[in-house]
């Protein structure tokens, strides 16, 4: 049996230990044989229960963007959306290339991810990258007002907030020298109130 930790991440994230059954891999023949290994009791069933991209609903409510917005309550695939935006295409001509690329910048950019940094997940060039996360953000603007803000508040106030108050201190970001330090705190602050909320 599980035990189901709030505070074992610094986000407020839940987290399973002794066993973590929140990274069980499903894609590998090792990671289905393990799976197989939990069965429920006679007249009982296990259930298995996931929000569809919860993180990015998220930044679409707390941005307030209404183009995401908008795509989620049309039911859309919001990284086959985001690629027909940043590829300027129909819906349905985006390949799973586009898509795959599109994902990496949607869940990339919550976690405060760069155009150098995409290129490092995807086989963009960095001037493919900065096109790309341009042409996000111009789609976008909600999401990327709302990252600018966090990413102010935190400067600002040294913590950010999830939708229910849970804080995530930032001590001494105002005042760091160390810019790799400060990209860091920065990339964490903008993450928290997300995932801390999810």
């Known amino acids: 049996h599980t035990s189901y930790q709030q505070t074992g991440s610094v986000t ?102 760069s155009a150098f940094g995409l290129t490092r997940t995807t086989e963009l060039t960095l001037a493919e990258s900065e096109n790309f996360v341009a042409a996000y953000f111009e789609r976008f603007s909600g999401v990327k007002q709302f990252l600018d803000g966090v990413r102010e508040q935190a400067k600002r106030d040294e913590y950010v907030e999830t939708l229910l108050g849970r804080r995530r201190y930032f001590h001494g970001l105002s005042t760091q020298s160390n810019q790799l330090i400060k990209n860091r705190q920065l990339r964490e602050a903008i993450n928290s109130p997300i995932q801390g909320t999810a």
Do not use: C, W
């Open 12 to 113: 407020g994230r839940l987290a399973s230990t002794d066993p973590n059954l929140q990274n069980i891999p499903i894609r590998t023949e090792l990671g289905r044989k393990v799976r197989h290994a939990f069965v429920a009791a006679p007249g009982q069933q296990l259930l298995a229960v996931d929000y569809s991209q919860v993180e990015l609903r998220i930044v679409a409510h707390m941005s307030d963007d209404e183009n995401m917005i908008d795509a989620f309550n049309q039911d859309q695939d919001i990284h086959a959306t985001t690629a027909a935006v940043v590829y300027d295409v129909a819906l349905d001509a985006v390949t799973s290339e586009m898509r795959r690329h599109a994902k990496a910048i949607n869940f990339g950019l919550i976690y405060g991810m």
